[in-house]
């Protein structure tokens, strides 16, 4: 999969940064842990320039984001809860699921939004309750900009300083990642198997 993602990043630039960063936080098929560190690889190269790494990188990030912000917004926790009664087992979300998250953020508010955004587990989905929540757009964008532009500033950051071991990081990251793909896909597998909501309705 290293192969794969520095494939695309090299014949795609910054328009493939911006895809594969918008599609982690839509549905992360593939972390930003992997993506963003292999773009700092190309810009220490010389392939890219860093500061539009960033910039490509955070610009994917937020537009996944505002996606789980405006279907939040749109649906309210009332359908979202509906949503998750009926297809639970294939979000792996139940309807407490939701409820705790909706009062979580209720209780943290702005901060929720910008801490979230630095923690792997809940990046991608700290913009779903900031929506239920018809929190500010113009706020959720800013704060949600400079927590996403702090992670990928660091992770830029660390492929960029590691550029003259490159082919070293590239040995091990290969197999690293694909069994960080495999391990998604069977964590989705054993969540719907063993989820624990009620049967979905037709």
């Given amino acids: 999969m290293f192969d794969w993602i520095a494939d695309l990043i090299e014949s795609t630039g910054y328009l493939g940064i911006v895809v594969l960063t918008f599609?982690?936080?839509?549905f992360p098929p593939i972390p930003s842990e992997v993506i963003m560190p292999l773009a700092g690889f190309k810009a220490a190269q010389g392939t890219l320039s860093l500061p539009l790494v960033i910039a490509a990188g955070t610009a994917g990030s937020l537009a996944g984001a505002s996606v789980w912000y405006y279907l939040g917004r749109k649906l309210g926790q009332a359908r979202v809860i509906r949503l998750a009664a009926r297809h639970g087992r294939w979000l792996t979300m139940?309807?407490?699921?939701?409820e705790s998250a909706a009062a979580w953020f209720q209780r943290h508010g702005w901060s929720a939004v910008l801490i979230g955004r630095l923690v792997p587990a809940?990046?991608?989905?700290?913009?779903?309750p900031?929506?239920?929540?018809?929190?500010?757009?113009?706020?959720?964008?800013?704060?949600?900009?400079v927590g996403t532009g702090l992670w990928t500033t660091l992770?830029?950051?660390?492929?960029?300083?590691?550029?003259?071991?490159?082919?070293?990081?590239?040995d091990?990251?290969?197999?690293?990642?694909?069994?960080?793909?495999?391990g998604m896909?069977?964590?989705?597998?054993?969540?719907?198997?063993a989820f624990g909501g009620k049967p979905d309705r037709t």
């Fill in 122 to 128: 809940i990046r991608s989905v700290i913009s779903l």
């Fill in 172 to 182: 091990y990251l290969n197999p690293v990642s694909n069994a960080v793909f495999a």
């Fill in 185 to 193: 896909a069977l964590w989705y597998a054993w969540r719907v198997a």
């Fill in 94 to 98: 139940s309807p407490q699921d939701v």
């Fill in 23 to 26: 599609l982690e936080n839509v």
């Fill in 130 to 145: 900031a929506g239920i929540a018809r929190m500010s757009l113009p706020a959720f964008l800013a704060l949600s900009a």
């Fill in 155 to 170: 992770l830029v950051g660390a492929g960029y300083l590691l550029e003259s071991q490159y082919e070293t990081v590239a």
